[in-house]
C-alpha cells in the first residue's frame, strides 16, 4: 500500500513538474541502499517521480551497456558523473573515459583524503593544484570539473577561509555546493551564492533537521537529513538564487533511511516555490 501511495503521488508530481525538471536532479548515492537489491527497480523508481537528470557514475557491478540501456529505458540522462580525489591526481585518462561513457558534462569529486580529521593550508593548496591540473585536462576533453566541498573546507583562513582560498585559486575548476554541508560547516550557503556566483555551477539540495549543531569535520548522522523546506536551511532563498544565477542542475541528495518517502515530498515543496 505504502509503494502504491508513492507511485500515485509520484504521478502527480511529474506530470505536472517537466518545466523544472531539466533542472531538478537526484545523486544516485541516495538510493544506494535501494540499488543493493534491485538496480532495475531503483531506476524505475526515479523514473516515476518525474526526475530525468541524475548524478552517479557507477554501474553497480552490470555490464555498462546494460546498465546504460537501463538508464536509456527509464528516460535517465547522467549529466554529472563522480571521481575520485586519487583518479584526478593520478589517472586523469579514466576519469574522462568514465564521463564520456556515459556522455556526460560534468566530472565532481566529492571528498579529499586527508589524515584524520587534519587539514589546513597545506591540504587545501595541493588540493586546489591537483583540481587545476585535473580541470584543464578536463576542460581539453570539453568536460567541467566540480568540486563538492565536504565542510572542512571553511575552516577560518586569514579574514575568510580556506574554502575562500580554493574559490580564488580556482582557475580549471569550480564548485558543486552542497548546502547541508556548507551550512553543517559554518557557512551560509546563499551568501556563498551571491559571493561567488561564477565558481558555484551545481547544488546539491539537501536540508537539515532544525536544532542539528554542525561542525567543520565533513560528518554527520545521515538521519539528520530531511524534507526540502522542513529542516534550517534556506531551501526557497536558494533555489531562488540558483535560478537567478542560471545554474543548470540541482541535484536533491537525502542520505536518510527514509529517502524513498521523503523524494517525492521534497519534489512537491520544490514545486511549490515555481
Request: charged content about 25%.
Amino acid at each position: 500500500m505504502r509503494r502504491k501511495k508513492i507511485i500515485i503521488a509520484a504521478f502527480f508530481i511529474g506530470s505536472g513538474y517537466m518545466a523544472q525538471a531539466q533542472e531538478v536532479g537526484l545523486q544516485l548515492y541516495s538510493l544506494r541502499n535501494q540499488f543493493k537489491v534491485n538496480v532495475a527497480n531503483t531506476l524505475g523508481l526515479i523514473n516515476e517521480w518525474g526526475i530525468t537528470k541524475i548524478e552517479g557514475g557507477g554501474t553497480y557491478d552490470m555490464p555498462l551497456e546494460e546498465f546504460k540501456a537501463l538508464l536509456a529505458e527509464n528516460k535517465l540522462e547522467m549529466v554529472s558523473v563522480g571521481a575520485s580525489f586519487e583518479d584526478l591526481e593520478n589517472n586523469v585518462g579514466k576519469v574522462i573515459k568514465d564521463a564520456k561513457d556515459f556522455g556526460a558534462k560534468y566530472v565532481m569529486c566529492a571528498w579529499v583524503p586527508h589524515e584524520g580529521n587534519k587539514w589546513a593550508l597545506e591540504e587545501t593548496k595541493h588540493a586546489s593544484e591537483v583540481f587545476n591540473q585535473a580541470g584543464k585536462k578536463l576542460q581539453e576533453s570539453g568536460l567541467i570539473l566540480v568540486y563538492h566541498p565536504h565542510g572542512y573546507e571553511f575552516r577560518p583562513y586569514r579574514k575568510g577561509t580556506l574554502f575562500d582560498y580554493m574559490a580564488k585559486n580556482a582557475t580549471n575548476y569550480t564548485f558543486e555546493l552542497d548546502v547541508f554541508w556548507a551550512q553543517h560547516g559554518g557557512e551560509d550557503p546563499l551568501a556563498l551564492m551571491k559571493k561567488y556566483p561564477s565558481k558555484i555551477t551545481l547544488l546539491h539540495l539537501k536540508d537539515m533537521e532544525k536544532g542539528v549543531e554542525g561542525n567543520d569535520t565533513g560528518h554527520e548522522d545521515d538521519e539528520t537529513n530531511v524534507v526540502l523546506g522542513t529542516g534550517q536551511i534556506d531551501i526557497a532563498g536558494i533555489v531562488a538564487e540558483a535560478k537567478k544565477l542560471g545554474i543548470e542542475y540541482m541535484f536533491i541528495e537525502d542520505e536518510s533511511t527514509n529517502v524513498v518517502s521523503q523524494v517525492p515530498q521534497s519534489l512537491t515543496y520544490l514545486k511549490s516555490l515555481e
